[in-house]
């Protein structure tokens, strides 16, 4: 990342930070939640002393200790705290305001692991800039986003909010998004009017936490840091990212939000990031929990120590120690400055020193804009997965044909809004939703008839989510439920239909944060559903609302479709029906592997080549090894070929690229989307290489009855890795394979050497 700043902001910084007692730089560094919005029937635990906390941090305001607040999103009352905040300190410095703008703010689109089910880079990055418009309009600086923890355990609720399995998939998206929150500015530079601070979370090694258990330590190799946690942070750093966020649990042992070596040598030193670094909630303040510090004043004096410049705080920042740290010799008042100034630099480069308010007529005129929700539909539609679709009566099953005039929806999920919108979601409006039954109705068109039953109540958690004290997150239990009848309802329903659609997944409150799961079951009684409705006889379509690999063995014989839309966003239910219709053909591929059961997890496409490869699928003796759906997998309305895969050289010196090509030809009559996939195996060489892994891709759209062209580059990027015998990056001179296709099962039919 380029150190280049501009001149004027950084006299700026030096002539407040030279006027700045060391309280009122501590201050700077401090920043506090704000909760005015919660649910007063929400579980009294979860809430605790919640309810003062505004009044509290009005005080810290007043007296000139906050330095960023987060979690306020009403235009006037961004105005008003900060009106607070410049009053409240001698030098007028105003507030940075942060906010979770993970997929979207007003207008929610598809959730992350949808938009990189999408494999379309720029599709992440216009999906960011409408989101940073948004947000930036009500007063909002700064999103933690884009999550880009690469994970390999669907357990983990945190999937959702990243790219997958996959480095080079997760590290596209990383970047785009960036591009998308911060406009392309360039490092030091001011921001534009409507772009806002991206932060990249949660460095490093979150999505390997143990078991899948959301806030437990992750136990992480050298070599799975360098080749797959890395390189999405390392991606985000390099289009610019503003700030990084660090993560809650031990890796290997060190507090990540503690650990010089990750945030100082990693981070800054090896490649040159220059924004700033937040703590995740509370994180300072967990290194005592950690046992890595005896107090408040040793937990701020190592969180400052580590880099960490920011503190994010609901009470008692350890920051707010940092003066006493300092007597006792814990930490330097230079190593504060250097905290203090990256934080200042950024609230100069937003311009909030001159223009600190807002423009509340503005504001809605922005979160009103039509063309948003255009968007939001448009992505929707994108990143669709299609998982399956056999033939009924010789004809796959999707899209709907014309002949089917009785329609039958079933499922609580197919007429909820909330759970359309999906989690990580705070400012939206339920009355711009459209849920999937919505979108079916609008469609369907006169002589179609679309009937809904739920047939069962919404399923809940054993443990309350925590964002439930929000006001409408818990999924509600209809009063006057009868079971049985229900349940019988809706099989009479799907009896008398000439299609059944059946809406299955998690309510949106079992992913996410403190979201993780032992198991990847359908939650409540939905398989039962699932029954009652496919005993009928009645042709099933399966549409699944997730964030992450669910069992579906029991689904498949009993739908002839399958498709994963995720979930979808705001204007989700009419690109639902836009895909089940056929006015668009599903493009979306898979960017997880998806295990046939829990019991697999982890599995994943790069694995090494072991002992007795050729019994790789039988590993376990009561079920195949191999993936219920392969990376990469994803169905079309249209067919396609490839052929004539070939390399521009055959021989390359270490250091030179080549090109890889293949032509793909749509054999049907429906204009659709491929996504082509180069693969790559290196067959020897000083380290075990995996059996295949993701080199690059490109999503074409390829008319009905055309071949295009694809080409690929492969070079030293791609080819390089981190070697842990040597403890360095390595190119071995070895054979490569080639592969070019539709999903990670793509044969690899081509090979090179590097000499």
């Not at 605790?48 to 306020?72: K, T």
């Not at 998206?173 to 921001?191: D, I, L, T, Y």
């Not at 090494?608 to 699928?617: F, K, L, R």
Request: aromatic fraction near 8%; charged fraction near 20%.
């Amino acid at each position: 990342m380029s150190q280049v700043r501009d001149e004027g902001i950084e006299a700026k910084v030096e002539e407040l930070l030279a006027a700045m007692t060391l309280e009122e730089k501590a201050g700077q560094l401090t920043q506090f939640f704000y909760f005015s919005e919660i649910d007063p029937d929400a579980d009294e635990q979860a809430i605790g002393p919640l309810a003062d906390q505004p009044a509290m941090v009005e005080r810290e305001l007043a007296a000139g200790r906050v330095g960023s607040l987060l979690f306020c999103t009403q235009p006037g009352e961004i105005n008003r705290l900060q009106r607070l905040t410049i009053e409240g300190n001698r030098h007028g410095i105003p507030a940075l305001f942060g906010f979770d703008v993970i997929h979207g703010f007003r207008t929610i689109f598809p959730v992350p692991i949808a938009v990189a089910a999408s494999w379309d880079p720029a599709l992440a990055e216009a999906g960011q800039a409408v989101a940073a418009r948004e947000a930036r309009a009500v007063g909002i600086h700064w999103a933690f986003a884009p999550m880009v923890d690469i994970t390999r355990d669907p357990r983990w609720g945190r999937i959702i909010e990243g790219a997958g399995e996959d480095p080079v998939l997760g590290a596209a998206m990383a970047a785009a998004q960036v591009r998308g929150f911060q406009g392309g500015v360039a490092p030091g530079s001011e921001f534009g009017a409507e772009s806002i601070i991206a932060g990249p979370k949660h460095f490093a090694g979150y999505g390997f936490a143990l078991g899948g258990r959301d806030y437990d330590e992750s136990d992480v190799s050298d070599a799975q840091l360098w080749n797959l946690v890395f390189p999405p942070f390392k991606a985000a750093v390099d289009a610019g990212a503003g700030n990084i966020m660090t993560a809650y649990m031990d890796l290997n042992g060190i507090p990540a939000t503690g650990n010089d070596w990750l945030l100082t040598e990693v981070l800054r030193d090896t490649w040159g990031f220059d924004g700033f670094l937040v703590s995740d909630a509370n994180a300072v303040r967990s290194l005592m929990t950690h046992g890595f510090a005896s107090d408040l004043d040793e937990a701020g004096a190592r969180g400052v120590n580590a880099g960490v410049d920011l503190e994010m705080a609901v009470f008692d920042p350890a920051y707010g120690h940092l003066t006493d740290a300092v007597a006792r010799g814990l930490v330097t008042e230079s190593a504060i400055d250097a905290c203090v100034r990256r934080i200042l630099r950024a609230k100069l480069r937003l311009g909030l020193f001159d223009s600190p308010y807002v423009d509340e007529a503005r504001a809605a005129e922005v979160l009103n804009d039509p063309s948003h929700r255009d968007a939001a539909r448009a992505a929707a539609v994108r990143t669709a997965v299609l998982l399956q679709n056999v033939p009924v009566n010789g004809t796959p099953l999707l899209p709907l044909s014309p002949q089917n005039k009785k329609i039958a929806v079933v499922g609580p999920l197919a007429d909820s809004q909330r759970d359309t919108l999906g989690p990580w979601v705070f400012d939206f409006d339920l009355a711009e939703t459209v849920t999937i039954l919505d979108g079916l109705k609008a469609r369907a068109g006169d002589g179609v008839t679309v009937e809904y039953a739920p047939g069962i109540r919404p399923g809940q958690r054993h443990f309350q989510s925590m964002f439930d004290m929000w006001p409408g997150n818990r999924p509600a239990d209809p009063e006057g439920f009868d079971d049985a009848a229900e349940l019988d309802r809706a099989a009479k329903l799907a009896a008398a239909s000439d299609v059944a659609i059946v809406v299955l997944g998690e309510w949106q409150n079992m992913i996410g944060e403190a979201a993780s799961r032992s198991t990847l079951d359908l939650p409540g009684r939905q398989l039962e559903l699932l029954d009652a409705v496919a005993a009928t006889g009645t042709p099933v379509v399966v549409l699944v609302m997730n964030g992450r690999p669910l069992d579906l063995q029991p689904v498949l014989g009993k739908a002839a479709a399958i498709l994963d839309v995720w979930y979808p966003g705001s204007q989700g239910g009419h690109a639902v029906a836009s895909l089940v219709f056929g006015d668009s053909s599903p493009a979306g591929r898979l960017p997880f592997t998806w295990p046939r059961t829990a019991g697999q997890i982890p599995i994943v496409y790069t694995h090494t080549i072991s002992h007795e490869p050729e019994n790789q699928w039988r590993r376990y003796w009561d079920i195949e090894s191999t993936p219920l759906f392969p990376f990469g997998h994803g169905l079309s309305y249209a067919s396609f070929s490839y052929s004539d895969v070939r390399l521009s050289a055959e021989t390359i010196a270490s250091g030179e690229s080549l090109t890889a090509s293949v032509d793909v030809t749509n054999t049907s009559s429906v204009d659709a989307d491929e996504v082509v996939q180069l693969y790559v195996h290196q067959t020897s060489g000083t380290a075990s290489r995996p059996v295949r892994a993701l080199k690059g891709f490109q999503r074409v759209h390829v008319p009905a009855g055309t071949t295009v062209t694809v080409e690929l580059p492969i070079g030293p990027d791609q080819l390089s890795y981190w070697n842990a015998a040597k403890r360095d990056w390595v190119l071995d001179t070895a054979r490569y394979q080639v592969g070019m296709g539709g999903s990670s099962s793509v044969e690899l039919t081509k090979s090179f050497e590097v000499r």
